[in-house]
Structures are given as structure tokens and as C-alpha cells.
């Protein structure tokens, strides 16, 4: 389970027992334990088996794959799916491969909701760069409507492994995945994933590419 998890867990559960000894009566602490029991089973974190050979790119959240399609950037076509996360999947980050992370955009915004297109751009948003294998894909942790915190525990420099916990957005939110324009695709549109364990796409290192910002030029569904 993540930290946060046993913070406002253990916190609503001490409420509880306050109310009960403060009224003498149980039933005050019904909705503090109610609200415990989901902070409880929200921030778990369950192990995966993250699959393993060359060029894998696994999905770095839980949730359904809500778009894929085709975005022109100046660095030619790239493809960008995205993921969405309701309030009852895992919201734990991971790593889509191994290598290092090479950039770190954090950027401030609305919180619209993460179903609606314009929150790739508007929203709270923390744009992450691995670099491995000669290629590079970027994942972007999107804030939702009722996401008030992103978390990345990782820098600039740091080695991480394909599937490895690298942070985490509380409650409902999004991912947006940037890979290069010719990688093989494993989902579409409508499949769920589980993140460090489901294969979005297989990449070559001879399909190397340095993936741009997501803000894209201009995209097409496919």
C-alpha cells in the first residue's frame, strides 16, 4: 500500500474512536470508518509481473485506453494513447521501459475532467522522458477533476526499470503515452491495462526516435 494510504486511513480511524469515546455512541463512527475503509483499498499497490523482452513498452497505469491516434510533430508522426484512470483503479505510476529519465515538465493548471480532451493541455500535468535503448517515450501525468496531487519520486538522471513505481495521482486522473510513429501496437481503443504489466506497444531500437512534448502540431484518431 502507499504511505499516503495508512495516513488517511489510520487518521479517519482515530476520528472514529474520538467520536465514539467523545458521544458514547457508535454509530458517529460510521461514516469516518466508511471513509477509512476506501482511503484504505484506494492506495493500494498491488505486485506485478512485468513482462519481459526487447522493445516492450508497458503501460505505466491502470485504467481503459480512451484514444489512440496519429500526431504530427516536427519530429515526423508519433502515435499517443491515452489512459483513463476512475477512482477505482490503481493509481500508482510506473515506468513504460528501463532506461533513464532525461526530462521533467511540471506544469500548474485547471483540473477539468480527464475525459475531456482539452485537460491534455489545461490540467495539472507532470510530462516524463525515459530514454533507453535508443528511444525515448514520455508519459504524462494528467490531474483530473477530482485529482488534487501528482506525485514523481524520481529526477533527472535517475535509472529506472520497465514496470518500476515511480509516482502516483490521487483519485481520478489520466496518462497520456508519446511513442515513436512506427511502433507496433498491442491495444486500442476500449481495452482496459494494468500498469508495469500490460504491452501497449513493442518498439526496435533500429525505430529509434526522440519523442517530442505532447502538445502536438496536429493529430488524426486511427
Known amino acids: 500500500m502507499v504511505r ?17 469515546w467523545w458521544t458514547g455512541g457508535w454509530w458517529w463512527a460510521i461514516v469516518p470508518l ?28 491502470d485504467g481503459l485506453v480512451t484514444s489512440v491516434t ?20 490503481v493509481h500508482v505510476n510506473r515506468s513504460p521501459i528501463a532506461g533513464v529519465v532525461s526530462g521533467v515538465d511540471y506544469q500548474k493548471g485547471l483540473y477539468l475532467n480527464a475525459m475531456n480532451p482539452d485537460s491534455a493541455d489545461k490540467n495539472e500535468q507532470n510530462a516524463v522522458t525515459v530514454a533507453g535503448d535508443g528511444y525515448e517515450v514520455v508519459f504524462k501525468q494528467i490531474a483530473g477533476l477530482l485529482a488534487r496531487r501528482i506525485v514523481f519520486n524520481k529526477r533527472v538522471g535517475d535509472r529506472v526499470e520497465r514496470g518500476e513505481r515511480v509516482g502516483l495521482i490521487k483519485f481520478g486522473s489520466r496518462v497520456d503515452i508519446l511513442l515513436p510513429g512506427d511502433a507496433t501496437l498491442s491495444v486500442k481503443k ?11 506497444a513493442t518498439l526496435a531500437p533500429a525505430l529509434a526516435g526522440a519523442a517530442e512534448p505532447i502538445a502536438a502540431v496536429g493529430e488524426k484518431r486511427i
Open 34 to 61: 466508511l471513509l477509512a475503509a476506501f482511503f484504505l483499498w484506494f492506495f493500494r499497490d498491488p505486485e506485478r509481473a512485468v513482462p519481459a523482452g526487447a522493445g516492450l513498452v508497458v503501460s505505466p497505469a
Open 190 to 200: 476500449g481495452d482496459r491495462v494494468k500498469g508495469g504489466a500490460s504491452v501497449l
Open 70 to 89: 496519429s500526431v504530427s510533430t516536427p519530429a515526423g508522426e508519433k502515435l499517443k494513447l491515452s489512459v483513463f484512470l476512475s477512482v477505482f483503479d
Open 4 to 20: 499516503d494510504g495508512y495516513l488517511y486511513g489510520l487518521g479517519l480511524l482515530a476520528v472514529a474512536g474520538a467520536l465514539v
